[in-house]
């Protein structure tokens, strides 16, 4: 991913875990292509929008393989995921009706999108930096442990 990406996602919504950080970039910006897509072709494009949803699935899978690396309990935040995954698959579902409304399942996704952030994935954010200066503690402690044996 190229810095450039990083202009969709808004500062406060950075949790510091790059792997995260680059992925909610690229979800923000494959939003803002979808509906310039839209807007080009003045219809809803749902082949880009199904690239999407697949690639929110794939992040939501990450944020839960990463908890999962670091010990840190994963199943409220999981259970938002599937809330979130559905109500945005249904949304896009209803995209199949003449009637819909391109543009405000666009902004229905970005809602979702920001508030999850915003509530779930700041936490996660802090428990995986957690968990990780404690993996430095007790490495360091062994360390110290053994040298102290040593002397
Ligand atoms: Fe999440
Ligand atoms: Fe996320």
Not at 65 to 86: N, S
């Amino acid at each position: 991913m190229d810095s450039r990406s990083f202009s969709y996602l808004p500062g406060a919504l950075l949790i510091n875990v790059p792997e995260i950080d680059a992925q909610h970039a690229d979800l923000f910006e494959r939003l803002a292509s979808l509906k310039i897509s839209c807007i080009e072709h003045n219809t809803y494009m749902k082949e880009e929008a199904d690239e999407l949803f697949v690639t929110l699935v794939e992040h939501c899978e990450t944020e839960g393989r990463l908890a999962r690396e670091a010990g840190v309990d994963f199943r409220r935040h999981g259970e938002k995921h599937l809330a979130m995954l559905h109500g945005i698959r249904k949304r896009l579902d209803e995209m199949e009706h003449p009637e819909a409304d391109v543009y405000g399942v666009i902004r229905y996704i970005e809602y979702w999108l920001e508030r999850h952030i915003r509530e779930e994935d700041t936490l996660l954010g802090k428990s995986l930096g957690a968990s990780a200066f404690s993996g430095v503690v007790q490495a360091h402690a062994g360390m110290w442990l053994s040298q102290d044996g040593a002397c």
